[in-house]
Nanobody, 122 residues
Framework: QVQLVGSGGGLVQAGGSLRLSCAASGTIFSINAMGWYRQVPGKQRELVASITSDGNTNYADSVKGRFTISRDNAKYSVYLQMNSLKPEDTAVYYC????????????????WGQGTQVTVSS
């Protein structure tokens, strides 16, 4: 059983910074990509940033230049440094792991963390 546990959310004023962390635990051989998504009530979950096992990154246009994603492959962890936060960044942020190899022959497509609230006040 694989679990993703995220942390680091909270309340911050506009212009401030937060750092989100997420660690995957359980029987894991490797993880293809890890990322962060966010969702606000009434809207679809959207990709914020993702990073592959060899370090290739992808960012939503709305966060480019402000957010930085990184990962520690040895710890099966992913981080999101969020700077210059704006009220429109307010959402529940979800950690995601894709292509998780849980046995020598089986790779699970998707795991999700429980979500962490980020609130940016104006």
């Amino acid at each position: 059983q694989v679990q993703l546990v995220g942390s680091g959310g909270g309340l911050v004023q506009a212009g401030g910074s937060l750092r989100l962390s997420c660690a995957a635990s359980g029987t894991i051989f490797s993880i293809n990509a890890m990322g962060w998504y966010r969702q606000v009530p009434g809207k679809q979950r959207e990709l914020v940033a993702s990073i592959t096992s060899d370090g290739n990154t992808n960012y939503a246009d709305s966060v480019k230049g402000r957010f930085t994603i990184s990962r520690d492959n040895a710890k099966y962890s992913v981080y999101l440094q969020m700077n210059s936060l704006k009220p429109e960044d307010t959402a529940v942020y979800y950690c995601n792991a894709q292509g998780v190899k849980v046995t020598t022959t089986w790779r699970v497509p998707d795991y999700w963390g429980q979500g962490t609230q980020v609130t940016v006040s104006s």
